[in-house]
Every structure is written in structure tokens, then in C-alpha cells.
């Protein structure tokens, strides 16, 4: 295991609603990258934080944000859900910024959006 | 922009040797990542090639040439357990920050 958590496992929601998850960085890293993986896909990258700043940014609508807190634990926040949301979401935590030289992942939270 | 190609699927025995391959096109290349992914699970980190040449690590291996933009891992030995998917990944640097970049995955089924 990584030391890197996410909160919840897995979350329903209808279309239009708003959904925020959870993850808590490995001891001693400063970085989250927040990915989106659709079922028989890679990840791909959302945004990235560094001490409590957005980083770094992929190809992904305002309606996705976040937050890094002064632990370096952070919240993915996703607003007006819509059907093709539905993914698992990982959080991977890093030394440094730009990610470091390894991410670690979290087990990651399976959304699905109804 | 970014690519990344890897084969969606292979088949291999237990016992036997497979090489999975992965070619990549990137502008900012700075290094290069494989991962196994359980289903339903977390990608775990395998390797790490930033220079030319082959990283061993024990049942598995990674080669990478950045000339050819071209990368693979060698799984020998191969066991039930290693049925998964497998993703390349590639560390591109974007503007000021650094980001993995992923392939689809290969989905390896081992067989006894």
C-alpha cells in the first residue's frame, strides 16, 4: 500500500448534481495530481496542486476544481455531473514540484453518474 | 501534442517470457513510467526509465530507447497473478510543471 487515501470508495449521483472527493497525501509529499480513468482506459491527467496551488491543468472543463489544503490533503470538486463522469477517479501524491520522480495512487473512488 | 500507443491485449503462459511494447510522441519528454493495474484496483509502479538502456528489476525489466521514442517491459517467469493491465506512462513537461501522460494499458492474460 501507497499511504495515499481517497474518500469515498464508490458514489452514485444523478446528472446535474455536484460531487467533491477526497484524498489524503502519502507522509511527506507536497504534490497531488488528480486523474480521471474511464473503464478500459489510461488516466488522464485533470490538474495538479503544489502547496496548495493549482499547478498544472489538462484538458478538462472549469466544472472540475479543486483544493489543496495546508496538510497537502485535496479535494476534487465536480460540478453539473453528466453522464460520461462516470470513471474512477485517482489521486497520486509526489515530492516536489512537477510530480516528482514517482507518484503514488491512491486506491481511488468509482463514481457513477445515473 | 501527445501520443501514446501500447497493444490493448496479449496472451502469454505461465512460466513464459512477454514483451510488451510501448511507443510514445511527446514534447517535453522526461522520463518514462510503467505501471500494473489489478482490476478495480490502483496503478502500482513498476519502473522508471529517463536514460537509454535496460532497467532490471527482478521478474521484470524496462527498456527504453529516446530516439526511437520507444519503450517495453519484459515480464519473465510469468505467474497466474500477473494477468492485469500494464500502462505506459510518459513524463512530459507542460508549461512549468511536469505531468504523466498514459497509454491506454495492455491487458496481459496469463494462462496456466
Known amino acids: 500500500e501507497t499511504g495515499v487515501t481517497q474518500s469515498p470508495t464508490h458514489l452514485i449521483k444523478t446528472r446535474g448534481q455536484q460531487v467533491t472527493l477526497r484524498c489524503s497525501s502519502q507522509s511527506g509529499h507536497n504534490t497531488v495530481s488528480w486523474y480521471q480513468q474511464a473503464l478500459g482506459q489510461g488516466p488522464q491527467f485533470i490538474f495538479q496542486y503544489y502547496r496548495e496551488e493549482e499547478n498544472g491543468r489538462g484538458n478538462f472543463p472549469p466544472r472540475f476544481s479543486g483544493l489543496q489544503f495546508p496538510n497537502y490533503s485535496s479535494e476534487l470538486n465536480v460540478n453539473a455531473l453528466e453522464l460520461d463522469d462516470s470513471a474512477l477517479y485517482l489521486c497520486?501524491?509526489?515530492?516536489?514540484?512537477?510530480?516528482?520522480?514517482?507518484?503514488?495512487f491512491g486506491p481511488g473512488t468509482r463514481l457513477t453518474v445515473t | 501534442g501527445q501520443n501514446i500507443d501500447q497493444p490493448t491485449e496479449m496472451t502469454a503462459t505461465e512460466g513464459a517470457i512477454v514483451q510488451i511494447n510501448c511507443t510514445y510522441q511527446t514534447s517535453g519528454f522526461n522520463g518514462l513510467f510503467w505501471y500494473q493495474q489489478h482490476a478495480g484496483e490502483a496503478p502500482t509502479f513498476l519502473s522508471y526509465?529517463?536514460l537509454d538502456g535496460l532497467e532490471e528489476k527482478g521478474r521484470f525489466s524496462s527498456f527504453l530507447s529516446r530516439s526511437k521514442g520507444y519503450s517495453y517491459l519484459l515480464l519473465k517467469e510469468l505467474q497466474m497473478k500477473d494477468s492485469a493491465s500494464y500502462l505506459c506512462?510518459?513524463?512530459?513537461w507542460g508549461t512549468g510543471f511536469q505531468k504523466l501522460v498514459f497509454g491506454t494499458g495492455t491487458r496481459l492474460l496469463v494462462s496456466p
Open positions: 497520486a501524491s509526489s515530492r516536489g514540484q512537477g510530480g516528482g520522480y514517482e507518484q503514488y
Open positions: 506512462a510518459v513524463r512530459d
Open positions: 526509465n529517463v
